[in-house]
């Protein structure tokens, strides 16, 4: 792909502003739109690029990227909004949102009905969350070499590691099935952590055991250590986010006759914990909960 192809972006939150920073640092010129118009401002004029009052105002670009909290938002700034009608046809649409992937493989139909392309592309940082370092994964789901090809090199200006799994959709499935064992081994690693407090054992040093055996996992080789144990919460990913990413992995598991009742039980647990805290707090946070319901003092 050209590099000077003009680019849109939509969402700039946590992990959209640094991936549209980015394409702007990397001479990308960039049309970006967000709900709130404070960061939208902000951003635009951090990084000399355009900013759009309504998504339509992306109709003349060659690439729209949508990293938005779910595949309803996507599909209302596509098609609601009149965003894909306005598009010219051969655009590519690259969506980085958590997103269902039985209706993401819907709107890429209703997308292509428009001789429009599109890519799933979904996120994640195993090196702890550094977006605006480029420490990104993109699992991507793409139809035929061509659209593939115009994504990745889009991708590979915001993160280190693409990855194609097979056609649209695919990508979403991987990003879905990523979050769920993420999820399982946080909880597991969360009852481990309360019972060695139960038990009088210093929790950094059962996380030194943990990272050299067969128990260690992403959680306890970075959140847990650096962001829980410390008592800082601040991963920056809310823990409404994770109980919608497990909303949409028991949605999956369920439109595809998926048997395993873990589906439903993480996302039960970590509702009840959600309960305890609010949405809006940092996922880590859940240690508290846990912590509480076992009598442990934080």
Not at 31 to 43: G, P, Q, R, S, T
Not at 119 to 145: K, L, N, Q
Not at 207 to 217: A, C, I, K, Q
Not at 277 to 282: F, Q, R, S
Request: proline share 4%; hydrophobic share 45%; with cysteine.
């Amino acid at each position: 792909m050209n590099q000077h192809a003009k680019t849109g972006f939509v969402g700039l939150g946590h992990v959209g502003r640094p991936m549209a920073g980015s394409l702007a640092t990397a001479g990308w010129p960039l049309i970006v739109y967000d709900l709130d118009e404070a960061v939208m401002a902000a951003f635009a004029h951090e990084h000399g690029c355009e900013s759009a009052t309504a998504p339509t105002d992306l109709a003349s670009t060659d690439v729209v990227v949508t990293m938005l909290p779910n595949g309803d938002v996507v599909r209302e700034v596509l098609l609601e909004s009149g965003l894909a009608d306005a598009l010219r046809p051969g655009t590519l649409v690259l969506d980085t949102s958590s997103s269902d992937p039985l209706g993401t493989r819907e709107l890429a139909a209703a997308l292509d009905e428009r001789s429009i392309q599109f890519v799933d592309a979904g996120v994640s940082m195993p090196e702890g969350g550094r977006a605006a370092e480029r420490m990104i994964t993109f699992m991507c789901g793409a139809d035929d070499e061509e659209s593939f090809a115009r994504a990745e090199a889009v991708l590979r200006v915001m993160g280190n590691r693409v990855f194609l799994l097979g056609p649209v959709g695919s990508g979403h499935v991987m990003k879905t099935l990523n979050n769920y064992i993420a999820t399982a081994t946080l909880v597991a690693s969360l009852d481990a952590l309360v019972a060695a407090e139960k038990c009088g054992l210093d929790p950094a040093v059962l996380l030194d055991v943990l990272n050299v055996s067969t128990g260690r996992n992403f959680n306890t080789e970075f959140p847990l250590r650096e962001r829980a144990i410390t008592r800082r919460f601040d991963s920056g990913y809310a823990l409404g986010l994770l109980v919608k990413d497990l909303r949409i992995a028991e949605r999956f598991a369920n439109r595809t006759e998926l048997e395993s009742p873990l589906f439903e039980l993480l996302r039960r647990q970590l509702e009840e914990a959600m309960d305890d805290l609010g949405p809006g707090v940092d996922h880590l946070r859940v240690l508290e909960h846990w912590e509480r319901r076992a009598n442990v003092p934080a």
